[in-house]
């Protein structure tokens, strides 16, 4: 074929992709769950350009209401509340994200692992990977939490340990099935290392539902921040964050501080809600009719 | 298999699984944080009180001999005693049993009447606004951390409105007598209506809140699975009898799509534990997850160990019990 020609049809089918993705009842779902992650990521990014206060200070009398110079008010040091959630967005997706990288980095592996080789290591993984799984996930992040102690990597690894056995799980699945199609018999037969096999041939077909628990994970790992850092094992104040600036609003809550509950929780909807829409969106476009029984 | 056999054999299918559970707690408790004397007495105490307190405690044998003191105590129903109040953790936490109880069985039923009848509705009415309405609900309230919503609670029926109290589990002194421990319970078992009612009221607020942040997957699970249950032939089979819409929908497409909905169910147990310890620590609700919390602070490890064994352990019971149901439900689970 002529490159140019190449080039157009190529192009030609991206462009019907999109659309059929856009027009798809799925696909605006996941792009709606990709705006509301731009707009947090840039917050994030940009939180010093666009506070208005530093977000740890003093900067007007303490429990002011919504008004115009803090448009959230401010808390029960003076602080403002805008930039607080502004800043606090940082945090929370600084800590799942990482949180999110060591859960994959730990289950990914086992599960490649557990699902290629089978036998007595793969049962014994198992075993191990559904219990933790079955344990309520928050209960062990405060438990693991509460050795490590404070700190952006100890509760990164606190969650992390919560969601290994996701990973593991589906990998593993997917793994042990992939295991006996034709093109990893074809490479076996041609003489392909196990390696080879396991990284050239298995990886990259079970890689898109890695995606799609990936942005689903992030979407609890912040729910699990936040509710870390509400209980009061977090980031140490006064780095803001979402989940203690609750608890600190819940002590005045008798004095009808509205503003101070209100807004970083509004923050954590929109962004759980964020990542919810586009990997439920991701999902059920790339596997129609799976996921409507769970 | 009869379903005694098959009852016998999950209970002994549940023994690793709570080896590997009670290895995990151990491995978490007792081998990363070190010492936990030094850290109940702080790095100034004498050398020889800490050697002491290790001593007593057997913190000084080696690990390997520590796990199995330590799943031996626990066979024998032993959770050690509090660092910090010198009782032993099962009291304690068996004092506090019955508000988690309580607690979470009042939300999961909360969540069970939104789940079956938002869910049931939405798949008869598959794709319209309605069905929308509810894959919107079950999306958006999965977003909402449990802990904001019992806070918007507590300002909205508690310090706006006046209607009910936003912390504790009674008044002081209108306690009823103690039977179960589960306050509503035991007053309305006595007809001691007054503390019934304020046992009620308390309740109201925790496990509306718990319930609703746990019903998103009730509906979501009920949805789907009534949807498929419905396109089957003996629904159609069921209508052509001229049997009634509502006996047709309630009795023969839930009864048969309850069995995938009951084992998911297992699974999301551990959610309604999950929450309801978010949901005591805002409610000031006496359970075991406010235990777990105040324990972290006082850095009362044993105690926190204990608390989270018997986590553990309910999960495991429960998930043992719904599968033994689902047994019973269908008999095919058995083969």
Redesign the interface.
């Known amino acids: 074929m002529d490159r140019t020609v190449e080039v157009k049809f190529l192009s030609a089918s991206i462009g019907r992709a999109f659309r059929k993705f856009f027009r798809s009842g799925s696909g605006k779902m996941a792009f709606t769950g990709a705006v509301i992650l731009i707009i947090f990521l840039l917050a994030a990014v940009f939180a010093e350009q666009i506070a208005p206060y530093d977000p740890t200070v003093r900067s007007g009398k303490a429990f002011l209401s919504p008004n115009s110079e803090h448009i959230f008010g401010t808390d029960n040091l003076g602080r403002d509340m805008f930039s607080r959630v502004l800043y606090g967005s940082r945090i929370a997706l600084l800590i799942a994200f990482i949180a999110v990288l060591i859960a994959a980095a730990v289950g990914i592996p086992l599960g490649l692992l557990s699902g290629y080789v089978g036998g007595p290591l793969d049962r014994v993984l198992v075993l191990i990977m559904d219990a933790v799984y079955s344990f309520p996930g928050l209960i062990l992040a405060i438990a693991v939490a509460a050795v490590l102690g404070t700190g952006v990597i100890n509760i990164a690894v606190s969650i992390a340990v919560v969601y290994a056995p996701t990973y593991f799980r589906v990998i593993r699945n997917q793994v042990s099935s992939i295991k006996s199609e034709l093109y990893v018999e074809a490479a076996k037969a041609i003489g392909a290392k196990n390696w080879t096999i396991l990284l050239r041939y298995v990886l990259p077909n079970v890689l898109p539902s890695v995606v799609v628990v990936l942005s689903m994970n992030l979407a609890d790992a912040i729910m699990v921040e936040a509710g870390l850092s509400f209980l009061g094992l977090g980031i140490a104040p006064p780095t803001p964050d979402w989940g203690y600036d609750l608890s600190n609003g819940q002590r005045f809550i008798l004095m009808n501080d509205w503003w101070m509950i209100m807004f970083p929780g509004l923050a954590i909807i929109v962004l759980v809600l964020g990542f919810s829409l586009f990997s439920e969106g991701l999902n059920e476009y790339l596997n129609p009719n799976v996921g409507e029984r769970e | 298999m009869s379903l005694k056999t098959y009852i016998i054999a999950r209970i002994l299918l549940a023994v690793?699984?709570v080896l590997?559970?009670l290895t995990?707690?151990f491995v978490?408790?007792r081998v990363?944080?070190g010492d936990p004397v030094l850290t109940l007495l702080g790095g100034k105490a004498p050398i020889e009180v800490i050697e002491a307190k290790r001593h007593e405690l057997g913190l000084d044998k080696p690990i390997i001999v520590q796990y199995g003191e330590y799943l031996l105590n626990l066979f024998k129903g032993d959770l050690g005693k509090s660092l910090l109040t010198e009782r032993p953790i099962i009291e304690e936490l068996g004092d506090r049993l019955p508000a988690t109880v309580e607690l979470t069985i009042m939300g999961f039923i909360i969540a069970l009447v939104i789940g079956i009848f938002w869910g049931v509705e939405a798949a008869r009415r598959h794709d319209t606004a309605f069905d929308l309405s509810a894959r919107v609900y079950s999306?958006?309230i999965?977003?909402?951390?449990v802990?904001?919503l019992g806070?918007?609670f507590?300002?909205v029926f508690?310090?706006?409105l006046k209607w009910l109290p936003?912390a504790g589990r009674i008044p002081p002194l209108m306690e009823p007598k103690h039977i179960t421990g589960m306050y509503l319970f035991d007053a309305l078992l006595t007809a001691n209506w007054d503390s019934a009612r304020e046992a009620l009221r308390h309740l109201i607020l925790p496990s509306v809140t718990l319930g609703l942040v746990i019903s998103s997957v009730f509906v979501?699970?009920v949805r789907?699975?009534m949807?498929?249950s419905l396109s089957q032939d003996f629904v159609k089979a069921a209508r052509a009898r001229g049997i009634k819409e509502r006996a047709v929908v309630y009795r023969h497409a839930l009864k048969n799509a309850m069995v995938?909905i009951m084992t998911?169910l297992g699974?999301q147990l551990?959610?309604l534990?999950?929450?309801a310890?978010?949901t005591e620590?805002?409610f000031s609700w006496p359970g075991i997850g406010t235990y777990?919390?105040q324990k972290?602070?006082y850095r009362d490890?044993m105690a926190?160990q204990g608390a989270?064994v018997i986590?553990?352990l309910i999960?495991?019971t429960l998930?043992i019990v719904v599968d033994i149901v689902n047994a019973w439900i269908d008999p095919r689970i058995r083969y």
């Open positions: 690793p699984m590997i559970l995990v707690v978490i408790m990363i944080p999306i958006f999965y977003s909402v951390p802990f904001w806070m918007v507590q300002l508690g310090v706006w936003v979501r699970m789907g699975n949807v498929l995938p998911v699974l551990a959610l534990f999950a929450g310890v978010l620590t805002t777990l919390i972290i602070r490890f926190v989270i986590y553990a999960v495991v998930s």
